[in-house]
């Protein structure tokens, strides 16, 4: 049972994930084909920067509940809501103490900019005029499993 619910916690943090890296693929094609003067600036920072983060955070709530689950956290979903919810923090906190370790370069620094911004919902409701956030190129490279598969679930 544990293994199916960090499966599952997997699978469906791995399709936020690389729906949030495709989306920001989409918003650089777009900026060039409609003659967007910069179009990293406009990924970053345009239309669909707000979509493309909420995708990403949440892919790496779920991925960093599953490393939790797998590495012999609780998965009731009660469990998760209540001692986790959507601080990423206290997700990578949870799944280190159960001894998770993540090869990922930078995995916390990107989780210590994009965690108020996500779990404050910026990204859903009303938010600063400005906000600090990891590029996401960074983002992607950190979650360079997302492709490759993870074998406890293979």
Not at 18 to 44: K, M, Q, T
Not at 62 to 83: C, E, F, I, P, T
Request: hydrophobic content about 40%.
């Amino acid at each position: 049972m544990t293994a199916d619910a960090a499966g599952a916690l997997y699978t469906l943090g791995r399709a936020h994930a690389l729906s949030g890296n495709h989306l920001y693929a989409a918003a650089l094609d777009y900026a060039v084909d409609e003659g967007i003067p910069d179009p990293d600036h406009f990924a970053f920072n345009g239309t669909f920067s707000l979509s493309t983060y909420y995708l990403l955070g949440l892919g790496i709530e779920l991925l960093l509940k599953a490393a939790y689950v797998a590495s012999g956290g609780q998965h009731d979903d009660k469990h998760l809501r209540n001692a986790i919810g959507h601080d990423l923090k206290v997700a990578l906190e949870h799944a280190r103490n159960q001894g998770f370790e993540s090869a990922a370069p930078r995995l916390a620094d990107i989780i210590e900019v994009l965690n108020e911004p996500y779990t404050k919902h910026f990204f859903r409701y009303s938010r600063p005029e400005a906000m600090g956030l990891p590029v996401v190129p960074e983002i992607v490279e950190a979650l360079g499993f997302v492709d490759k598969g993870y074998p406890e679930f293979d």
